[in-house]
């Protein structure tokens, strides 16, 4: 692609004049219902050729069938230029990939940009869910992709481990827990806790209604609502320092980070640095009373210190309430501070959902008023929600669906669909269980990474898990019938050619697969650049797509032309190389059999 695109800036150079590094030559796949392989769009021209579209599209078409040995034919239609690429040049791009493990995935410079991604930002009231399950997956692939593309990143999560929220698990435990343990109740110390947190809202709405029949209010039962008081107390003496409440706290948040760590494992994202709520509140204080001395932020006649972005076409913003309590802005300010003071950050990636659009609208203008060289360019990778075929989820009401169960489910599917379908015939016990992991949780991450995370999305668990279509399972099992055609050909004494003879002739399926498979380090720049991991998911379907209808038209092992055979072997083996590279950049396994 490079090298016409250089050659087609010659030919416009020698016939009209134009400057070679012109940014309008953009080089696409031509359509399919088209003749050739690449289309040069010729409109942005006409002004130097003073010619009509078609006549320029031509002649910039005869050039380069004179005076390049890459292009072989050409078609003009109204103002495009359809490109034929000669046989030879596919080979050897095929041969060139074949030289390099890693085609499409850039190793980072020790001076490339340094970006900072924030996901999961989990609470310690409760376990991980499915909208947890997006988040994390999202962070994951994208701290990946722009790997890929050549930065260096960080990893980072939030943890909210204080707060009144958390003080309603822990009041619920010291009341109706009983000295319960994990261990004791055979749970995930996060399942626990979240049972508590369940707990608590429903006493507490018992509670609200026996006092609405005494004639109270909503407003008046819920202000009056001994349970509630209790859980502000707790948190008021926590902030104050008490250490028995303090003791109570460190031990429940270890049982959840416990759970946690389990969960993250076996859903295959991991953080280089964790903060917490509780060590960064303080220091965004201490940043808001900086600005405030500063004349940045304002104090109102009750305490409470404010922000005005009515200039930015923006509100007042609270950010230090009247008791001197902070709320999640100064938490996130604080958070930033320290992130700052540990990493040389050039830009920090927020992954949140688009509720908090706001939020984050807010944090850039005060984190660049405050002084943060990356504040302004903050990222707010906002997505979309994530329900379930039956609606939304809440876990006041204990109606989440919890991630570990999520995965449970996901495998157990996997086996009972890969079992029917006859998948793991032959398998041990242990490789069926390695497989049907990797099914399953494959078919998890794909069917949330395909889709445009801007966008809300229906996770359906039993249209995930499909061995056709758009689906996790049907890439995984494209790559494990390649690699069963490589082992075919290895035990029939057919070695993988290293390079494919440049001489041999391609079919049009050939030649679109390497095409396809060229562009990959195209499609990661571009997901880079885009923040769009269903960028990469939907490409690798396709080239899956592409893949199984030449397999099912050509023959690679019986093909008796030993050349032809050779590189059919070669891009076959390039094809399941890609499909890997792109699977893991959205955190996916492929299994080698299935």
Known sequence: MDKITAQVAEALNALYGIEKENPAIQLQKTKKEFEGNLTLVVFPFLKASHKAPEATAAEIGEYLLKNSAEISGYNAVKGFLNLTVAGTSWVEKLNAIATDDKYGIKEAADDAPLIMIEYSSPNTNKPLHLGHVRNNLLGYSLSQILKAAGNRVIKTNIVNDRGIHICKSMLAWEKWGNGITPEKAGKKGDHLIGDFYVLFSNKYKEEVEALQTKGM??????????????????????????????????????????????????????????????????????????????????????????????????????????????????????????????????????????????????????????????????????????????????????????????????????????????????????????????????????????????????????????????????????????????????????????????????????????????????????????????LIANYTYDLVKEFNQFYHDYSILHESDADKRDMRLLLSANVAKVIKNGMNLLGIDVPDRM
């Not at 309590?325 to 300010?333: F, H, R």
């Not at 949330?448 to 999305?457: A, E, Q």
């Open 217 to 534: 209010s909503k407003e008046e039962a819920e202000a009056a609502s001994p349970l509630m008081n209790e859980a502000r107390e707790m948190l008021r003496r926590w902030e104050a320092g008490d250490e028995k409440i303090r003791s109570v706290w460190r031990m429940m948040n270890e049982w959840v980070y416990a759970g946690f760590d389990e969960t993250y494992k076996r859903l295959g994202v991991d953080f280089d640095k964790i903060y917490y709520e509780s060590e960064t509140y303080l220091e965004g204080k201490e940043k808001v009373l900086e600005g405030l001395e500063k004349g940045i932020m304002y104090r109102k006649e009750d305490g409470s210190v404010w922000a005005d972005l009515t200039k930015e076409g923006l509100d007042e913003k609270l950010l230090l309430r009247a008791d001197g309590t902070s709320v999640y802005m100064t938490q996130d300010i604080g958070t930033a501070k320290l992130r700052f003071r540990d990493y040389p950050i050039d830009k920090m990636i927020y992954v949140v959902g688009n509720e908090q659009n706001y939020h984050f609208q807010v944090l850039s203008i005060l984190l660049d008023k405050l002084g943060f060289a990356w504040g302004k360019g903050l990222v707010h990778f906002s997505y979309g929600m994530v329900e379930l075929p039956e609606g939304k989820m809440k876990s006041r009401e204990g109606t989440v669906v919890d991630a570990d169960d999520l995965m449970d489910e996901m495998i157990e599917t996997a086996r009972a669909t890969s079992s029917e379908l006859g998948k793991l015939d032959g398998c041990t016990t242990e490789e069926a269980d390695k497989i049907t992991t990797m099914i399953g949780l494959g078919a998890l991450k794909y069917f949330i990474l395909k889709v445009d995370p801007r966008k809300n999305m229906t996770f359906n668990p039993k249209e995930s898990i499909d061995f056709n279509g758009n689906t996790g399972p049907f890439i995984q099992y494209t790559h494990a019938r390649i690699r069963s055609v490589l082992r075919k050909a290895a035990e029939s004494g057919i070695n993988l050619p290293i390079q494919a003879n440049p001489a041999t002739e391609l079919n049009d399926k050939e030649v679109s697969l390497i095409q396809h498979i060229e562009a990959f380090k195209n499609i990661v720049e571009e997901a880079a650049a885009t923040y769009s991991p269903a």
